[in-house]
């Protein structure tokens, strides 16, 4: 089975601090997410990475950063964190390639982490 | 952008129920997924239907999809307290790699 691993589950945070979330994954995926959740807004995409060193800006990078060094890990930092940053942040991965040869694009998600920036 | 919206954005049931939830989008797609979340967890991918098919069938899961209209279909059949999540729709615009969300249906099943 796909594992997404999301190294801290709740975090606190003070606003100014400089905030790193961990994802790592075990399925050699090359493709990596990192969304946010928001009480009726859903998910929204922060940063995709299709490949080491390779990033994509989503909808909502403003305020994000990512880093992706290894295949298997793709950071999401925060340079300042700020309050209305507090929020559920998701990361997932998917292969690559979307040819009806390839499983589509499912993509496969960590437990999220709780942020809360005070 | 939200490229998919669900509706209704809550529905509540009795067990045993039938329970079905739609999903809107706007661009054109290759294939639309379905993905369940529960209460403060990750999301889990349900069932991917590609854009050359109109019905699909996964146990209790049936999804349809209508390329022409735009839209596509989750029904649960004979639903479980166990099925209480929230349900998502998600498609690929444009072939693209990412996946576009909808904002969710809330499915509480009652027993």
């Known amino acids: 089975d796909v594992k997404v691993t999301q190294s801290s589950r709740y975090l606190v945070k003070r606003t100014g601090e400089k905030v790193f979330l961990e994802c790592v994954q075990d399925?050699?995926?090359?493709?990596m997410f990192w969304y946010r959740q928001d009480p009726g807004l859903g998910l929204r995409l922060i940063y995709f990475?299709?490949?080491?060193?390779?990033?994509e800006k989503g909808d909502i990078p403003e305020g994000y950063s990512v880093s992706r060094e290894k295949k298997e890990r793709f950071s999401l930092i925060l340079e300042s964190a700020s309050t209305n940053q507090t929020s559920m942040y998701l990361c997932?991965?998917?292969?690559?390639?979307?040819?009806?040869?390839?499983?589509?694009?499912?993509?496969?998600f960590g437990e999220g982490s709780w942020l809360t920036v005070v | 952008s939200q490229q998919g919206e669900e509706d209704p954005q809550a529905l509540s049931i009795q067990e045993g129920e039938n329970a079905t939830m739609n999903c809107s989008y706007k661009?054109?797609?290759?294939?639309l997924q379905w993905y369940r979340q529960n209460s403060g967890r990750g999301l889990v991918h349900l069932i991917l239907?590609?854009?050359?098919?109109r019905e699909k069938h996964s146990g209790r899961l049936r999804v349809t999809l209508d390329t022409s209209k735009k839209s596509s279909s989750l029904l649960i059949t004979a639903s479980r307290a166990a099925d209480t999540a929230s349900y998502f729709c998600?498609?690929?615009?444009?072939?693209?790699?990412?996946?576009?969300f909808g904002k969710g249906t809330k499915l509480t099943v009652n027993p």
């Open positions: 990475s299709y490949d080491v060193k390779m990033k």
């Open positions: 399925m050699d995926h090359e493709n």
């Open positions: 661009t054109s797609i290759n294939n």
């Open positions: 998600a498609t690929p615009p444009g072939g693209s790699e990412k996946l576009v």
């Open positions: 239907i590609r854009s050359n098919e």
């Open positions: 997932a991965s998917s292969l690559a390639g979307t040819g009806p040869e390839i499983s589509g694009n499912t993509i496969y």
